[in-house]
Nanobody, 127 residues
Framework: QVQLVESGGGLVQAGGSLRVSCAAS?????????MGWFRQAPGKEREFVAS????????GYADSVKGRFTISRDNAKSTVYLQMNTLKPKDTAVYYC???????????????????WGQGTQVTVSS
């Protein structure tokens, strides 16, 4: 069982930056999990943002954030990060982190593939 808690959300102006974090806890080993970030805007479906393999050696991004967002992880701190630069109003959403038990080297971009989810953190980008 894994518990995930996101933090770092807030209000930022367009063009600004924000870093959200997701701390994992539980009777398990964080490095056994691939991690992902998803987001959901009001009235829209949850969508994939970024994912990282258990080792950090493989990452994937949605086209809408590629070149602006960077996912990273610190296995010693059981934490995954999402650095968001050049933010746009359309990035406004609740951001969720998710964990998938996986020792392979890949990342995962579909929500149904993930086993555990956090409660989310609100990111609002003003124009």
């Amino acid at each position: 069982q894994v518990q995930l808690v996101e933090s770092g959300g807030g209000l930022v102006q367009a063009g600004g930056s924000l870093r959200v974090s997701c701390a994992a806890s539980g009777r398990t080993t964080f490095s056994r999990y691939a991690m992902g970030w998803f987001r959901q805007a009001p009235g829209k479906e949850r969508e994939f943002v970024a994912s990282i393999s258990w080792s950090g050696g493989s990452t994937g991004y949605a086209d809408s954030v590629k070149g602006r967002f960077t996912i990273s992880r610190d296995n010693a701190k059981s934490t995954v990060y999402l650095q968001m630069n050049t933010l746009k109003p359309k990035d406004t959403a609740v951001y969720y982190c998710a964990a998938k038990s996986a020792m392979g080297g890949g990342y995962y971009s579909t929500a149904i593939q993930y086993d555990y989810w956090g409660q989310g953190t609100q990111v609002t980008v003003s124009s």
